[in-house]
């Protein structure tokens, strides 16, 4: 069953709708894993391009049962980059950009997560809640993740835009502590245009993508967790590639 309603986050003084899915076997009560950008994840009619991820469909024919919550985003001019970018920029293509990340991860674990709490049958600790999105969400993952490791565990990071983040990034993981049960996966695909792809049908680890999401990789492992790395050969910038990636991050963030 899928639900949309609108919800109030104080943190941003604004509504934004909620795309959640409730699963539709299984005995509750239910893990969860909070989405940026959730009108892209289940219907094309809602997705920004007309396509979605596709999650319903898959969440359907996989045997573990979540609650999935998509947090849709603003749509209104720089909004979007804006709430989810979590550090200011004094250079590069998001100078400029209010940073309005840390505002929207707080209204996530401090008003959306108690409220899905309270209302819907959830296994409310950090075991059993994740984070995930792409691009800019990707990042909003990878920071929610690290910066509210206390009650998040494990985070999708699909195509994320860390790379003008990175040195920030980098620094909150090193001084995190992150706990050694933290799953993170990182992925990035052959034609998305970072660096300078050899040959689109290889992997390339001397990529600027490659690079920034192993150096993240490495950090998640030094504290003990695990992280997966994914090329996603001849992969874009979009959803319909990153729908192909469900059946591989799902199950290595639940399963493995």
Known sequence: MLIKQDFYFNSLDANRKLHIRMPDRGEPPFPVMYFFDGHNLFNDEDATFGKSWGLNDYCSGWDKQLIIVGIECAHEGNQRMSEYLPYGM?????????????????????????????????IPFRECTAIGGSSMGGLMAAYGVVKYNSLISKAACVSPSIGSVRTQLWHDMDSAGLSPDTRVYLSWGTMEGYGTIKDPNEEDKSSHIYKTCRATANRVIFAGGKAKLYCQIGGHHCEADWEKQLGIFMPFLWEE
């Open 90 to 122: 004094k250079s590069g293509w998001l100078k400029g950009i209010e940073p309005l990340g840390e505002q929207t991860m707080n209204g996530i674990i401090n008003e959306l997560k108690p409220y899905i709490d309270s209302v819907f049958p959830t």
